[in-house]
């Protein structure tokens, strides 16, 4: 195997090893739940070892492939400019001693940078998103606010009078968990058609694949800032008490943004090689919107799903969001870690992915 392919071995294996050890409590390993013991955090520190190992490798593998261009071989007279000029010119298109730039870069840091350099296209494009989306309505940029509260006053309707679920200050419970889901929801929906749809500006300027998708994400996140004022008015007018709690509120939605953005580069790079997959994820996005604790407490819930819901992420980012808020309790720090872990190897796994097939994308979108 070459030093690429354990390269990328090593990084998958190491970010496993991590986050198998940060998630020893959640898979029943643990002595003491809820603590992080020395064997956990070795077993991490060992994890991001070799996958930091895996990322010198697969650089080394891709710059030892590459070399340096080789002298031409000189011309049969050996004499004057012009002969070799000759040379270099016949020799250029297929010769040995060709240079080519693009074969120095390792795509998963290349892109990166490609992202941060075009930081400013990145906020048009969102800003952009957010003008012709409540360009010609009446209420504009309230409706980011108004339309999550009518979606809650629906189901708090039907729940209540159908279900009549016995949960304290049920709205709150409600938004702050639709307020989650929209941004993981509307940001890898968009971000999964943003390749194919922005397929005619790429093949006629350059503009880096993962700006859209990033856009994507961008623009729910923002969506959802709009809407945080109004649940937090909603909160305060239903009796809840502003607490120092609430200043945790940031790190659920950060948490949730890096999970849409690992999700959403994964099923982007998908989308384009399989077109089905435009249709299969909305199917399985439904699907997640019920088997997410949202609506309903997860308490009724059968013991498989329940323990089912231990390793979903969207699920304890929402957690994560709603115990500061309603009930003034910050998560575990244990927990915090495991699940930011969590999304950052999917994000990874999603990165590494889509910038492998970003040079084939030309070719199939």
Known sequence: MSKRGWGITAIVMGGVLAAVSLAADVLAVGAVPGVLGWKQLL??????????????????????????PSQPPASAEGKGPHSSSAAIAEGSALGPWTYDSASLRVPFVHELSELRRYRFLLWNLVLRDLKVRYKRSVLGFVWAMVNPLLTMLVLLVVFTNLFRFEIEHYAIYILSGLLIWNLFARGTTV????????????????????????????????????????????????????????FYLPVPILQTALLTFGIGVLIAALAVFFADMLDIYEVLLGAFFYLTPIIYPVTI?????????????????????????????????????????????????????????????????
């Open 43 to 68: 077993g991490a520190g060992i994890g991001l070892l070799i996958l930091i190992s895996g990322v010198v490798l697969v650089v080394r593998g891709r710059s030892s492939r590459s070399g340096r």
């Open 191 to 246: 971000a999964m058609r943003s390749v194919i749809d922005n397929s005619g500006v790429r093949n006629k300027i350059y503009v880096p694949a993962s700006v859209f998708v990033g856009a994507a994400v961008g623009s729910a996140l923002v969506n959802l800032l709009f809407a945080l004022i109004p649940l937090l008015a909603l909160a305060v007018a239903t009796g809840l008490r502003p607490n120092l709690a609430w």
């Open 301 to 365: 819930l059968p013991e498989p799903l329940l323990q089912l819901e231990k390793f979903n992420l969207l699920f304890a980012f929402i957690v994560g969001f709603r115990s500061p808020l309603l009930y003034g309790r910050l998560p575990d720090l244990g927990v915090v870690l495991v699940t930011t872990m969590g999304a950052l190897v999917v994000t990874i796994i999603g990165w590494s992915l889509f910038t492998r097939l970003l040079d084939q994308f030309a070719y199939r979108a």
